[in-house]
């Protein structure tokens, strides 16, 4: 007992602080996260497409019978563009069929104006040059590299990073974000630019301090239970301590498992050494969509423009064009600046996506099923939190080793799977450390519920780790006298 309690109270002062560091930080987090550019900032900082003089490939045309990868249709400088991804990644302007050239800082100035304009930012942009990597694109600047840093003199102090090759938009922050970034994000996922530039040493300290944080909660549970004494006179089981140490040994009582269950369940997030990796649930998501060939690519690009009448296809506010491929067939969604989305077939006509034809995609698996059919409204492992979810949608549960779930989206074709691994990461990841659970997913039933639990950690984390630095300093001084 002496040396657990020797090995607490010293662990305490290592991991202690930052313990505490990600409590205070939780409440922020609560709220406000990491700034990221969201998809519906990203369209509506595009230009509505005009297609009427779409679309030529030029030297750019891959054999018909070549297998089609991703790839957006968006416009860019008042021209549509063609992005492509994967190895042989390119941008073609389909007006020319020319390949894009990187962008002057003229150019990327009309970019941000435009994109200002579509997200009602109120202020000019102005270039603040080429960053290699600062706090708000730790992970994105190297890939989009040069990374323009532009900011706008609107009364939030917006802030964007555009890719200088591509010309798009890859970061959003404004003040707020920035401001409490510094009191949320970064302390809590340990994000100092000087560590998170070097991803392999961030996750390792990351993942081994979570370690010790979980040691300590849990030695900690264990020390607190076996010094309960029992009072002679009223028979009652309480703490023997006074002041500090008495406060800590209550409150590690009452949410010390809350305290091991969410230093745990954040190590967990980090994946560690793969532990919660899903697998095997892609092969069935490629059996239903299947693949599909440039020669439909161009087909569809042939038809894009308008119909045999001249008349426009797409909406007036559409903003960029997706592959949909379903059952092997290459269909087309035009996402508009509302979020709402039109799929379209090979001729390019409103083609919405039958509940027929994904049974017969999913009956074609050939796996058993335990059941399957439309759902109207969320279950554990589809639902909306802090994100939308769209509904009604297809389930199938499927009668495999894993029991396997699928959910396939009616509006777009776009297939979800979800095998055992994945479910005990649901649990373990997002239901532990979000306490994100049915019941308490209501608001503000979990802001009241998770702040008064928060209070509870931080006071745990708080008065442990200031005892842990008093009684060092004293141990410190006595061995020096």
């Known amino acids: 007992m002496r040396l657990i309690l020797i090995i607490h109270r010293y662990l305490a002062v290592a991991v202690g602080l930052l313990m505490t560091l990600w409590c205070l930080s939780g409440f922020v987090m609560m709220y406000q996260s990491f700034p990221e550019l969201s998809n519906e900032q990203r369209l509506n900082g595009l230009e509505p497409l005009e297609l009427s003089a779409c679309c030529n490939l030029g030297r750019f045309a891959p054999h018909d019978d070549t297998p089609l990868g991703g790839f957006r249709i968006e416009m860019l400088l008042g021209e549509p563009v063609l992005r492509t991804?994967?190895?042989d990644a390119a941008i073609v302007k389909l007006a020319t069929g020319q390949p894009l050239t990187p962008l002057t800082e003229a150019e990327i100035l009309t970019v941000a104006d435009q994109f200002g304009s579509g997200n009602s930012v109120d202020g000019s942009p102005r270039s603040l040059g080429i960053v290699d990597i600062d706090q708000w694109t730790l992970q994105s600047a190297r890939h989009n590299a040069p990374a323009w840093h532009i900011a706008f003199d609107d009364p939030t102090a917006t802030e964007i990073?555009?890719?200088?090759t591509t010309g798009e938009v890859f970061q959003f922050t404004n003040r707020r974000q920035r401001v409490l970034s510094w009191f949320g994000a970064i302390p809590h996922w340990t994000y100092p630019t000087i560590l998170r530039q070097n991803g392999p040493l961030w996750t390792q300290v990351v993942i081994w301090s979570s370690i010790l944080g979980t040691f300590l909660a849990a030695t900690g549970l264990y020390v607190g239970i076996s010094r309960l004494r029992r009072d002679r006179r009223s028979n009652k089981l309480g703490s023997p301590y006074a002041g500090w140490w008495y406060w800590h040994h209550i409150t590690g009582l009452v949410f010390g498992v809350l305290v091991l269950t969410w230093v745990f369940s954040g190590l967990m997030t980090m994946n560690p050494w793969g532990a919660l990796s899903e697998s095997g649930g892609g092969d069935y998501r490629a059996q239903i969509t299947g693949s599909a060939r440039w020669g439909e690519l161009k087909q569809l690009l042939r038809a894009i423009g308008g119909d045999a009448n001249g008349n426009r296809v797409l909406a007036d506010d559409a903003r960029q064009i997706t592959p949909a491929v379903f059952n092997n067939e290459l269909f087309l969604?035009?996402?508009?600046?509302?979020?709402s989305q039109l799929r379209l077939n090979s001729n390019a006509q409103a083609a919405p996506?039958?509940?027929s034809a994904i049974e017969r995609a999913v009956?074609?698996?050939?796996?058993?099923?335990q059941s399957s059919g439309l759902l109207h409204q969320e279950d554990n492992y589809y639902y909306g939190h802090k994100r939308d979810v769209t509904l009604p949608v297809y389930r199938a549960v499927l009668d495999d080793d894993e029991q396997t779930r699928l959910y396939i989206n009616p509006e777009s074709g776009a297939v979800r799977t979800l095998g055992s691994t994945g479910r005990w990461s649901r649990w373990i990841r997002t239901g532990l450390h979000d306490l994100d659970f049915p019941v308490l997913r209501l608001r503000p039933i979990w802001d009241i519920v998770v702040v008064f639990l928060l209070l509870g950690v931080t006071l745990v984390c708080v008065t442990g780790t200031w005892m842990a630095m008093r009684r060092i300093r004293r141990d410190y001084l006595s061995l020096r006298g």
Do not use: C, K, S, V
């Not at 990073?161 to 200088?164: D, M, Q, S, T, W």
């Not at 969604?333 to 979020?339: F, M, S, T």
């Not at 009956?363 to 099923?369: F, Q």
């Open 353 to 355: 996506l039958a509940l």
């Open 363 to 369: 009956d074609g698996l050939g796996t058993p099923m």
């Open 333 to 339: 969604l035009a996402h508009n600046a509302d979020g």
């Open 161 to 164: 990073y555009i890719n200088g």
């Open 85 to 87: 991804g994967g190895r």
